[in-house]
Nanobody, 123 residues
Framework: QLQASGGGLVQTGDSLRLSCAASGDTFSTYAMGWFRQAPGKEREFVAGISGSGGIKLYADSVKDRFIIFRDRAKKMLILQMNSLKPEDMAVYYC??????????????????WGQGTQVTVSS
């Protein structure tokens, strides 16, 4: 089970940290990812991390601004979002992948999803 939190209303240029709490024994084994979905748009890949944490992938639109990492002690997946822009506004979802290695960029690569947390960026 995945539980995402940390969303909110921020201004352009602000930072926000999203967290995804995971239950069960699969957290440290499988790749995980963050996706987002804006109104009227398809869900899109934001960032992914391998089971070991050694491989991290980012969408071009967030590269150099967002950081994904695992807090293994707390069994949490973190997305640190910096320099937020209005186009980052969306519902953000964490997800558990079907594999342990390189995180996929497609929603089909993920088996379990959190409930989503809203990020609103005002200009």
């Amino acid at each position: 089970q995945l539980q995402a939190s940390g969303g909110g209303l921020v201004q352009t240029g602000d930072s926000l940290r999203l967290s995804c709490a995971a239950s069960g024994d699969t957290f440290s084994t499988y790749a995980m990812g963050w996706f987002r979905q804006a109104p009227g748009k398809e869900r899109e890949f934001v960032a992914g991390i391998s089971g070991s944490g050694g491989i991290k992938l980012y969408a071009d639109s967030v590269k150099d601004r967002f950081i994904i990492f695992r807090d293994r002690a707390k069994k949490m997946l973190i997305l640190q979002m910096n320099s937020l822009k209005p186009e980052d506004m969306a519902v953000y979802y964490c997800a558990l992948a079907r594999s342990t290695g390189i995180p996929g960029r497609s929603t089909h690569d993920y088996a379990y999803w959190g409930q989503g947390t809203q990020v609103t960026v005002s200009s």
